[in-house]
């Protein structure tokens, strides 16, 4: 499909020092091969390069992993919080420097990069004070004669898969957890963003993480990584993100072993605008929802219904917010926009666009790629958008706001939960018990009230149906690496 590219609108192009800054990051990153090219996706170039391992190498990793596990897992609870600790004070030191390579690899924009930071450092620092807190647990047993106590151990070799769009986060979220709980980690982060969890398990070694309790493997050869490793006997766990697909081949191959699996998958997030909605929160939050990260996040707003009677404000108060964004190089000044992943993403934004125009929808603002090497896709609102149109059947992820439109509370929810999807939900009314009953019933794991963006790493973030099993995040987030086992205590 061809892009329509708008060659009127200049991109903001990358900050000398910013870009320079970058690099030299790279150059400090120590990787231990060079297979596959890592490209910025604002200017095609490459970067660098990182290892293409075999099934061989994921092996040995493996092993390495399960052999520095030994010790870890009977380190105690404090010793594993101060290398934690300690691992988040070099992470916080280095924020601009991992904002900078999250963004030349990834292409968000530098302020949401140092949000990244923020966000996946968060993480590290929740689990250090978690860890000393095990909620181990004692009872009597009801018809007496017994107590049971209650205790947690690690669950053992913890598998990791990330995606590209949060480099940082995504890696954080999960290795947090496993390290407190005791867990030894091989980590295999998207070949498109592979830089920062390099770095940032360079950082954690540099901080006192034991040498080989996390390996880090990047590989072409996802498929048959996944069936080597997936199946060894000395791995009892896999945590993956990315697509439902994958999710469930991933599932298949776990079922194998019976491996412990979290799986935090794909959305197709509803947002419900009410007419009794402040309009400006409410615009507020549906920008944040729809464009951070470029609309490449799962919890992304998919499908924005606007109620009746406070749509045209909404609708023409959005668009206006959305033609002012400043689109370029995530390391450009005034960038509020970067590139997305790759070219396949652009061509599927205009393929959306083109596709929902055709059913009846207007086209508002943007609908067009940019003349230029990198994958720039502009702001885009589509008004009337129809149920039966790709942009609001599909996960989107790209920076296009799809706009319906809704009479009444029941239909918009049964609208809105006419989707294999459960991950994250949003309802802007200034009416509580409003709020509150369409949250209940919105079958979501999520819902963010009057705002867009609710992840936090106190939260056990997660979806219901086929947005995954697990939470991540929280006290139920460590409880994914962690087996809880019971001794019955007989008594006298
Ligand atoms: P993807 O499923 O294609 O890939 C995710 C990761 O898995 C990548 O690193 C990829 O290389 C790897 N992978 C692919 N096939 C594999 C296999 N057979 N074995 C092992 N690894 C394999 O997803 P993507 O396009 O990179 O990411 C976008 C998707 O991720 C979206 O559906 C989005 O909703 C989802 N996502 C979900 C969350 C969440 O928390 N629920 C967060 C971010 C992204």
Redesign the pocket.
Known sequence: MSVTTNVATPLITADADSLRHADEVIQSIKLPGQGIAVQDPATAETIAHVPDADVEAALEAVGKADAAGADWSSSTLRQRADVLHAWYNKLVAHTEDLAHLISREMGKPLAEARGEVKYGTDFVRWYAEEAVRPAGNFRETPDGGASLLTRRSPVGLAVL??????PLA?ATRKIAPALAAGCPVVI????LTPLTTYFAVQLAIEAGVPEELIQVITTSK??A??EAVLLDPRVRKVS????????R??LKLASQNVLRSSM????NAPLIVFNDADLQRAVDGTFAAKLRNGGQ??IGANRIYVQDGIADDFVSALTERFAQVAVGSGLGKQTALGALIDDRAVAQMQAYTENAVSLGATLLTGGHGYDSPGNFFAPTVLDRVTEDSDVAQS?I?GPIAAIQRFSSETEVINRANATEFG?AGYVFTENLDRALNVADRLQTGIVGINQGVPSNAAAP???IKQ??LGR?GSAEGLEEYENIRFYNVARR
């Open positions: 898969i990330t995606p590209w769009n949060f995504m295999k982060p998207a070949t996802s498929g990584f996944s993956f993100t990315g697509s439902t697909p994958v999710g081949q991933l935090e998958l794909g959305g996040s799962c996960e992820f991950l973030f997660g979806g947005s995954g991540e």
